[in-house]
């Protein structure tokens, strides 16, 4: 299948990303050339193969359940664009 | 000065024949000389240099200064650094200063080296050529008309120019191993899980590896002693014992199995590179290894497999930049969602937006097991006959990248092209082992690179193969003209 402009439109939003107007039909056409190399995987059977998540078959360490992170709300708030009262700040989202 | 190894140099901070300052100064000297031309740092940071070296020649006056206390270094700028900018070479985070070291960044500190600044790549590590960059591409020292390679090219132009003596790079689909081939450099890909991921600004998570890139094995296999190790904070890390990387160096070749599998010979694959690859198989034949052509029948998957699997956990990894908490945020925005667009599409160039795109399209729903589901299952064919090569020899040998430098421009306006720079090196990322460049002759004056592809945990095995290499050659030793 190929994609077409407002695919990349509806894949863009998804992102959250805009996409110029002016810029779309190249992105169409440079994503569906990575779609067609991505395509070759199809002439390998898999059927019988099973997906491979991690290279060394690892597992989830667990830890002790002990607080290991402290407060550093100030220090990580300093490189915020827009925060107030120790809350970051984005535009209202409720009337 | 600059053209010294390591343990050279560190023999001379311990003879006090030199002091960290003055090692610092001269290879700050260098970078204040060449950068303009070359464009390998975004940052340099002469004031914390200075002061991390004159600490440095505290520590070598007192007796407790280790091997590497008072070496300059340089960091990829992907690895965050507490009070420096940490930009990843984007604008989304240009103004981003980070408030905590990586684990990378916190080890080499305490091995007392020195960081000169933080190099160039491309954004978000997203390239083969370091011409994504926002702040502008990085040339390469044996032809400024050229590209280094990428994603971590600045790296590579700066330890190839000896503008530093050694620096970190990451490899996502090759971006430590194609650049050192194209620069000339030893660069080493370590299994993935040995060198903690913390601070290293995520990429593709299960393929993102640190490691070295040096001026030869010997620095490399120090740096790697400094680097690697099992870190909590990292959860891919990998609890095992790191050996000492110096100490297997001179282990003889006496009986080495190397394969060298058919498809990494064949189209696509510049004559003159393969030539001085082959010339340099023979070398190691000399040196007691036997070579076996093997076959490695899914090469061909590891491109297409790689840029569903890439993308996917590019575009999730790159959620986290909204312009709410840290990075670029637009100014004024309408509402919520326009806060989230606008930041995003202002702070990323196009191939971040593209492989965001694609891996937000590989993800959505109904697409799941057409793409990614597929990709895992080749990823899983791929590693598999690894294994297999693996029974019959001890490592696999061929050349790192299909040519040599290409030209700045050359295959900017072919996303498809440009990946193919990594057709030979991200198979090893899919399969999580370690790969290896070593410098191994020039094609029309520019280098070439051999890689060096072990099984897991291998990095020691394979740091002794390039420098039995080096002894023997000095390849490893040239350096660009204008630069040496």
């Known amino acids: 299948m190929s994609l077409n402009k407002s695919d990349v439109e509806k894949i863009a939003h998804l992102a959250r990303l805009t996409i110029d107007e002016a810029d779309v039909a190249d992105y169409a056409r440079d994503l569906n050339n990575i779609l067609n190399l991505v395509e070759q995987m199809g002439a390998a059977d898999t059927a019988e193969v099973s997906p491979m998540a991690h290279p060394l078959d690892a597992h989830q360490r667990l ?26 700040l984005v535009p209202k989202v409720i009337e | 000065m600059h053209n010294k190894t390591l343990s050279e140099l560190s023999e001379m901070l311990h003879k006090g024949e030199v002091t960290s300052v003055e090692l610092t100064r001269h290879f700050l000297d260098r970078i204040k000389a060449h950068n303009t031309e070359l464009n390998a740092f975004i940052s340099v940071c002469e004031e914390s240099a200075l002061a991390q070296a004159a600490a440095a020649d505290e520590q070598l006056k007192n007796k407790t200064a280790g091997k590497l206390t008072g070496i300059p270094m340089a960091h ?17 985070l240009d103004s981003f200063v980070s408030p905590y070291d990586a684990t990378v960044v916190e080890k080499i500190a305490a091995s007392g080296m020195v960081m000169l600044g933080k190099t160039n790549m491309d954004e978000f590590a997203m390239g083969s050529s370091n011409e994504t960059s926002y702040y502008g591409p990085v040339k390469n020292p044996w032809d400024t008309d050229r590209v280094p390679g990428g ?31 194209l620069c000339n450099l030893t660069g080493l890909k370590p299994t993935y899980g040995r060198i903690s991921r913390y601070g290293m600004i ?22 790697m002693n400094a680097m690697s190790g099992f870190d909590e904070r990292d959860s891919t890390s990998v609890e095992r014992e790191v050996p000492d990387y110096t100490a297997t160096l001179n282990d003889s070749l006496e009986g080495l199995r190397i394969g060298l599998p058919k498809e990494y010979f064949g189209e696509g694959l510049d004559p003159q590179v393969a030539a001085t690859i082959e010339t340099a198989i023979k070398e190691f034949e000399k040196l007691g290894a036997t070579i076996k052509e093997i076959s490695l029948p899914n090469t061909h998957l590891a491109v297409p497999t790689y840029y569903v699997v890439a993308p996917a956990e590019c575009s999730s990894n790159l959620s986290r930049m909204d312009g709410v908490r ?3 945020r637009a100014e004024n925005p309408r509402d919520l969602q326009d806060l989230y667009q606008r930041s995003r599409s202002e702070g990323f160039g196009a191939e971040v937006k593209r492989r965001i795109m694609i891996g937000t399209y590989v993800l959505s729903a ?32 061929g050349p790192t990248a299909p040519t040599t430098a290409f030209k700045l421009g050359e295959k900017t306006d072919d996303p498809v092209a440009m990946y193919l720079a990594d057709i030979y090196t991200i198979s090893t990322n899919l399969a999580g082992l370690p790969g290896m460049s070593i410098p191994a002759g020039f094609a029309e004056g520019l280098p070439t690179g051999l890689q060096i592809i072990g099984n897991y945990f291998d990095e020691g095995r394979l740091l002794n193969i390039a420098h039995r290499y080096q002894q023997v050659t000095n390849w490893h030793k040239q350096v660009p003209a204008a630069f040496a």
């Open chain 1, 63 to 88: 830890r002790p359940d002990i607080v290991t992170e402290h407060d550093q709300r100030e220090l990580f708030q300093s490189i915020a664009p827009e925060t107030e009262a120790g809350v970051y």
């Open chain 2, 76 to 92: 990829k700028d992907i690895f965050c650094t507490k009070g420096v900018r940490t930009s990843c070479a984007s604008k989304m």
């Open chain 2, 151 to 181: 994603s971590s090219g600045g790296s590579a132009a700066a330890v190839a120019a000896r503008l530093a003596p050694i620096a970190t790079g990451t490899d996502t689909g090759g971006s430590i191993r194609q650049p050192s081939s």
């Open chain 2, 202 to 223: 995520a990429f593709a998570s299960s393929l993102d590896q640190a490691g070295p890139m040096a001026a030869n094995a010997e620095d490399a296999a120090l740096l």
């Open chain 2, 326 to 328: 840290f990075g670029h």
């Open chain 2, 366 to 397: 109904g697409y799941y097991d057409a793409y990614y589901l597929k990709a895992q299952q080749c990823r899983r064919l791929i590693s598999d006959e690894f294994q297999q090569a693996f029974n019959e020899v001890d490592v696999i040998m």
